[in-house]
Every structure is written in structure tokens, then in C-alpha cells.
């Protein structure tokens, strides 16, 4: 999977993005959004064979990532405590966490730095 990180100027903006990948008939596989001083940080994991797809269709609507990354998106049980278990056994495992976010049908998006080692933690 790949993470595309993109910062958008103000809230309609996050829409014209999604709508851009829906246009290309690009599934996200999970995506988030939050504010910062200025505009908004959006996040949009895609599978790796639509990566590309997906930097070029949003390229074209005018977005410019801010960073694009490989990550994993792995299943979990929600329930309390369940994503500080994750990033703990991560943290102890020494993969420096880049990103981590919620996703579609209680699946977790992890960014890392060392993918393997988040595979093998997590089966």
C-alpha cells in the first residue's frame, strides 16, 4: 500500500481531492484529515498498483504531495487500547513510526521506519 500526503488550503479543498480519485476510479483504501495553522494535512492510502495512478490524477487536479511512502494496512480488533498496543509493540520492536491512522472494516494504516519488522510484529 502507499500512503499519499497531501496540504490543502481550506476545507472544500479536501473534497475536490477525494473527488479527483473517485474520478480516476481510484479506491482509497483509507484516508484522514485534520487541521493545522494553515489549511489542512490530508492522508490517502491507495494499493501500490494505483499509486501512481493516484499521484498523477491529483497532480493533475492541482494537488502536489507533501510526501508519498509505502505502509502496511493491517487488521485489528477495535477496542480500547488496541491502537497503544499496536504502537507499543511497534515502539519496543524499535520501527520508528511514522504514521498511523484508522481504516475502513477495523484495519490499521502504519507507516514505518522498517516495513518487514512491522509484518512480522503484527502476522
Known amino acids: 500500500m502507499q500512503d499519499l500526503t497531501f496540504v490543502v488550503g481550506e476545507?472544500?479543498?479536501?473534497?475536490?481531492?477525494?473527488e479527483a480519485l473517485g474520478s480516476a476510479s481510484i479506491q482509497m483504501e483509507a484516508s484522514c484529515t485534520f487541521p493545522r495553522l494553515e489549511g489542512r494535512v490530508v492522508h490517502v492510502a491507495v494499493k501500490d498498483e494505483d499509486g501512481d495512478a493516484a499521484y498523477e490524477a491529483l497532480r493533475q487536479a492541482g494537488?502536489?504531495?507533501m510526501d508519498r511512502r509505502d505502509v502496511i494496512i493491517a487488521d485489528f480488533v477495535p477496542?480500547?487500547?488496541a491502537m497503544g498496543e499496536i504502537a507499543r509493540k511497534l515502539a519496543d520492536a524499535g520501527a520508528k513510526v511514522y504514521i498511523m491512522y484508522m481504516a475502513t472494516g477495523d484495519r490499521v494504516v502504519i507507516g514505518a521506519s522498517d516495513l518487514g519488522k512491522v509484518a512480522e510484529i503484527l502476522g
Do not use: I, N, S, T
Not at 11 to 18: F, K, Q
Open 11 to 18: 476545507d472544500r479543498a479536501v473534497a475536490e481531492l477525494w
Open 63 to 65: 494537488f502536489l504531495p
Open 79 to 81: 477496542r480500547p487500547g
